[in-house]
């Protein structure tokens, strides 16, 4: 089965967060300008796409807050994979934080959220929506 647009839109939003960051650092390390103008382009692209799922109603700092929510959840995944890689113990907890991170993204976006659940609940149910189900939250 195949993923949905948005599903696939989240993935790619986090990636440019992660260019974004690489960028700065390189052009810190370097002091080459290309590296901020790549570090631009990123961003333009992010803002752009991130307008067709990012929805603030409420008139708070909700895009940034999703922002930082995409951007701890991909480190909290890089982070298990290279614990996975030396079979570190804890790499699993790494990639279930990782979950529970993005899953106060689909909480945040669900109309009527119950309180008693956990993030990583709303993860599920934002996946399993996100790739043709039903019960979904975006």
Not at 32 to 47: D, F, G, P, Q, Y
Request: glycine content about 8%.
């Amino acid at each position: 089965m195949d993923v949905s647009i948005e599903e696939d839109l989240i993935c790619g939003i986090q990636d440019l967060y992660q260019i974004e960051q690489h960028c700065y650092k390189s052009f810190l390390g370097s002091g080459n300008i290309k590296w901020l103008k790549i570090l631009n382009k990123a961003r333009e692209i992010r803002v752009k796409w991130r307008e067709r799922i990012f929805k603030d109603e409420e008139n708070t700092e909700k895009w940034c807050t999703e922002g930082h929510i995409f951007s701890s959840s991909t480190r909290f995944r890089e982070v298990g994979t290279k614990m996975l890689s030396i079979e570190d113990p804890l790499s699993e907890e790494a990639f279930l934080d990782s979950g529970e991170i993005l899953g106060m993204y689909y909480y945040l976006n669900e109309e009527n959220p119950q309180e008693k659940k956990s993030f990583f609940e709303y993860l599920k149910k934002g996946i399993k929506y996100l790739v043709g189900g039903k019960d979904g939250v975006v």
